[in-house]
């Protein structure tokens, strides 16, 4: 497992401090190219928690991603760990996948190249 970019997880410190959700960023993680913005882990997994919650079939593992309030960041310890995106795409060619945007979570250490920005695309 390669080092983790510090200035990277910096930029994830940030994020998870100010509690915003207005970062846009693009990554590059195992050959796949991730955009979208970032958002602070505890607004992801209370995002995805809804999302599994209104699924007849998944709503079942939604209490895995409720935010416990004893599993917040400063009791942890350390820098985050993972970076938590929303409305982001994987770009493949000139599609972004899915189309309405996704919930991605991605380990720091994965991220081999990054960029401030999301990428735009068309299908014209």
Known sequence: MSKPD???MDVAAVVESEQ???MSL???TGGTVI???LAPEAVWRQRVAEVL??????GPFSGIFTPDPAQERPERGGPPTHLHFH???ILQGSTGIPET???YRVAISD???WTVGDFSYSDH
């Open 6 to 8: 510090e200035l990277l």
């Open 20 to 22: 915003s959700n207005q």
């Open 26 to 28: 693009t990554v590059v």
């Open 35 to 37: 955009t979208g913005r």
């Open 53 to 58: 919650a209104d699924s007849d079939r998944l």
């Open 87 to 89: 409305l982001a795409r």
């Open 101 to 103: 945007g996704g919930m």
């Open 111 to 113: 991220v081999s190249a």
